[in-house]
């Protein structure tokens, strides 16, 4: 497989995976400023932050003051991760990415999977999502993520498992962990904050947490295996370590790096992939040892912090060495 197929494979599967996740988070965050009693910007900073437009944000419409009011204006935010062409993050700009990918290796997809994608491409482009987002915002955003996991699920089912299938799927794991990790980061740190600050005690605190539980799509996975419990630390403990959760880091990190070794063998030395295929071992031994030890306050920030350094690094590696290794 080539270099450059092999590229827009991974990068394919990452702009799905990133386009389903920012519609997600978009529309927990209309659901919690709408049923916990917080200050906006305690609901919509946290989006910017996640997606790594916090400067890009600001430099087009802050003032440079915390304290800005467009930090808590949801429908400023919301334009800003949707429509904003200067944003690379905006959902819009994430979907035409994943398209053009698409285009590029429409001889390795499946012709269903192609349809969905340039489908959703077409119709986020048109005046009726245009109408659907200014008048009915959870649709918006459902229509988004029913697109996304039609064309997860249609890769599954319709493409052949072998090469492109797995550097595509390569790229939606390794985004998948850095989305958990960088949602869970900074909605533990505000949530925490905010739930000492407000009012109402434990029943704003099982809001905020079932909040960012919706947005990774684990509220119900997680319900069933806490019997209903919800606290901060056993809402991080769950996404960092549990097993079974296909969005938790451990999963993700686990599986990211089986399907690598399928691509490289271990002991394939004369094959191009090697650092990456190391770092993501030892990344993966690192993750499953957490799962033994507690995981509360600060250590929270710190492994986080590790898995996203990590992750993009791996990637980075992932890039180089697929150039190298081109034919």
Known sequence: MISRVADHCFWFGRYVERAEAIARMLGA??????????????VWRPVIVVSGEEDQFCDALCSGDDEHPTWGDSEVVQRFMVWTETNSASLHNTIRAARWNARSIREVLSLETWEAVNELHLWSDSHTAQAVYANHRDQFYHHVRRGTQLALGLMRSTMLHDEPLDFIWLGVLLERVGQTARMLDVHHHNFTLASRRATGGQIIETALWLSLLRALSGSEAYLKRSAGRVSSDAVAKFLVSEPAFPRSIAYCVHSAYDRLS??????????????????????????AARAAEPL????????????????????????????????
């Open 29 to 42: 965050s209309v659901s919690l400023a709408l049923d916990a009693e917080l200050p906006p910007e305690q």
């Open 262 to 287: 399928d691509i490289r063998p271990p002991d394939r030395h004369e094959l191009p992939g090697g650092s990456a295929l190391e770092q993501l071992r030892v990344l993966d031994l690192w993750v």
């Open 296 to 327: 509360a306050g600060p250590s929270v920030h710190d492994l986080l912090t590790h898995v996203v350094d990590e992750v993009h690094e791996i990637c980075g590696l992932l890039g180089k060495e697929l150039l190298l290794g081109a034919t």
